[in-house]
């Protein structure tokens, strides 16, 4: 009987395992997915983070990532193979938490509704789920601590919140405050108690919180010292800390909050079909379930202390220590609400509704009421997963994980656009390894986001240290300044401008900063080539010294004249001829320029004008 609970439950987590993969081969996110990649690959070729690139985000991600490029190869599928690891990791931890909350079966469908809402989500190389996989592990640790009292549980909590700072200094935050409130306030209740806990050593709740704190900084003060040498305490200090807590998400990336009452009810009959299509509903209950958890496991443990039915047992600890870690990683959700910042919590939300679920069915003895009761859940349960079910599957079915959507070899046959492809191609024919470019938007004094996974996919470095044009830092006029000396300086001879589409967001990235100096500088200096959909690729402009009459003027385009007859030759080597200046009288013919009577340079012919 034992071999087959085992068999069923290896069965169980592969199955979890298939689900996770679901999503491997779905459109690469140049955006959030492309800065984790190529900061990995900065990292590999030398770089310092906060000195030699500009990022918001801890250290931890990019290292590991890059380690993990150096060992199986630099490509997107590694990344997210590595990021579906991960996601497994905080699927069997929070099957491990759950199973020592509730029973047996109840964490089974903990597990499942974890698998489902991390396979929802699409971010890859997102560094919250390490943080939160490690954040798991601590918590579990300190489970362990409460029933065996050994103090190496204790150091192990404190030595995994140290990594997880080095992923999000935040997550890391949010879960030492919740263990140390927990133990706090079960330290008050074991002295309050005069029977024997079933929970041990936690009348030592000073020593265990000093324990903590020092395994914590053990990891965190060499790791971030060596940092803070190698780029400046300034450097640090204000991109990971200082610009995220004061301008990231109060200015730039909030987002407004679903309304209380969601604006579109379901006035049909099949509510099912109605949520299923319905993705404001939808937002609505990922926003407002969790709070809805929260409110109602603390009501619960408010009205069990004033019934004074509070018992210092595991449950009850695993259950308390969740319930403070989620309601802090709700900021997430609270500083930008999207799917991807409210699913921390909501994994947590889940793992406290099910033991809240079951101790409430226990005490309900009326059998018609517990029917009605547990299909009320159910109901609900349902209805938070059919849209981003809907969802998953619709992508499963147009990006198969056995499909091959790319030719790009970094791609590694995930689906790219088509524009991105011929744009990416085109940079690696035209430049040579390890030759700078630069990848920006079409206007820089309103930007939202930018394709920084370009410079990853063509594998060419980036001639700045803000290839992540953050909105607040490149809309400045001294970030602009900064960004077009290090292209003049590195004497960048390609551009790719994308055309990204207006930011409608309710917040800053909406609205222009008025500053255009980069746009001038690039339309100035360079001019466009060839154009692939929404890419834009811009050559330097060269310069050509010219006397005419005693005066020495400047001609932007080396321009070389050819016989007309000999122009069709030309244009059939040069496909995509590039865009001339106006010399004389200029006549357009095959997708060339025809110079008719120039008076400089025999009148009685007609030339066509090819740059060189």
């Known amino acids: 009987m034992q071999v087959h609970s085992k068999t069923a439950l290896v069965l169980f987590f592969s199955c979890m395992v298939c689900v996770l993969c679901a999503q491997i081969k779905t459109p690469f996110l140049y955006y959030d997915e492309g800065f984790a990649v190529f900061n990995a690959t900065r990292i590999m070729d030398g770089d310092v983070p906060y000195k030699d690139f500009w990022t918001i985000y801890p250290p931890g991600q990019y290292c590991v990532l890059a380690v993990i490029f150096k060992i199986f190869g630099t490509n997107l599928l590694v990344a997210r193979i590595y990021d579906t690891i991960v996601r497994f990791v905080i699927v069997i931890c929070a099957y491990l938490i759950a199973e020592k909350i509730t029973s047996h079966a109840l964490a089974l469908v903990g597990c499942a509704v974890t698998t489902l809402l ?90 265990f919180v000093m324990m903590l704190l020092g395994a914590t900084l ?31 998400h109060h200015n730039v990336r909030w987002l407004s909050y679903p309304s209380l009452i969601p604006s579109s009810l379901p006035w049909t009959l099949n509510i099912f079909a109605f949520i299923a299509t319905n993705s404001e509903l939808s937002k609505w209950l990922q926003f407002y379930l969790p709070l809805g958890i929260y409110g109602i496991a603390f009501s619960d443990s408010i009205h069990s202390l004033l019934r004074k039915r509070i018992v210092v047992y595991e449950q009850f600890f695993g259950t308390t220590v969740l319930t403070f870690l989620g309601i802090l990683l709700f900021a997430q959700a609270l500083s930008r609400y999207d799917y991807i910042h409210v699913v921390p919590s909501s994994i947590i939300a889940f793992l ?52 091959c959507y790319s030719s790009i070899d970094r791609a590694s046959c995930i689906y790219l656009s088509k524009d991105q492809e011929q744009a990416i191609e085109f940079i690696k024919m035209q430049t040579r390894d390890g030759e700078s470019i630069f990848v920006g938007n079409q206007r820089h004094d309103l930007i939202s986001i930018n394709d920084v996974g370009f410079y990853f996919l063509s594998n060419r470095p980036s001639a700045t240290k803000y290839h992540d044009l953050f909105p607040g830092v490149a809309t400045t006029r001294s970030v ?131 740059l060189s």
């Open 352 to 403: 406290v509704f099910i033991p809240l679920v079951h101790h409430t069915v226990l005490h309900i003895h009326n059998l018609v009421l517990k029917y009605y009761f547990l299909t009320a859940v159910i109901v609900l349960v349902i209805l938070y997963f059919l849209f981003p079910a809907r969802c998953l599957l619709l992508s499963v079915k147009k990006f198969s994980p056995f499909g």
């Open 218 to 248: 053990f990891i965190v003060l060499p790791c971030y010292g060596y940092f803070i040498y190698r780029s400046g305490f300034n450097n640090l200090w204000t991109q990971v800390v200082v610009f995220p807590t004061s301008v990231l």
């Open 480 to 610: 602009q300044e900064e960004i077009a000396n290090n292209i003049k300086s590195k004497s960048v001879h390609w551009i790719v401008l994308v055309n990204m589409p207006e930011s409608r967001e309710s917040n800053a990235s909406a609205v222009s900063s008025g500053v255009h100096f980069l746009d001038d500088f690039i339309r100035s200096a360079y001019a466009p080539t060839v154009k692939f959909g929404s890419y834009e690729i811009w050559k330097i402009v060269k310069k050509q010294y010219v006397r005419t009459n005693g005066y020495t003027r400047i001609r932007k385009h080396a321009v070389r004249y050819l016989p007309i007859e000999k122009c069709e030759q030309e244009i059939k080597i040069r496909v995509n001829p590039p865009y001339k200046q106006d010399i004389g009288n200029l006549i357009k013919r095959d997708n060339t320029r025809v110079i008719s009577k120039h008076p400089r340079i025999l009148p009685s012919y007609r030339y066509c004008s090819i």
């Open 118 to 207: 991390l396979a929802f989500a699409d971010s890859y190389a997102y560094a919250v789920f390490p943080a939160m996989a490690l954040a798991l592990l601590s918590i579990l640790s300190m489970l362990q601590y409460t029933q065996t009292g050994q103090r190496r549980w204790s150091l192990s909590a404190g030595l995994l919140l140290g990594i997880v700072a080095l992923f999000r200094w935040d997550i890391g935050l949010y879960t030492g405050t919740s263990i140390i409130l927990t133990i706090i306030l079960f330290h008050f209740f074991y002295m309050a108690q005069e029977t024997k806990p079933t929970v041990k050593a936690l009348s030592t709740a000073p020593e």
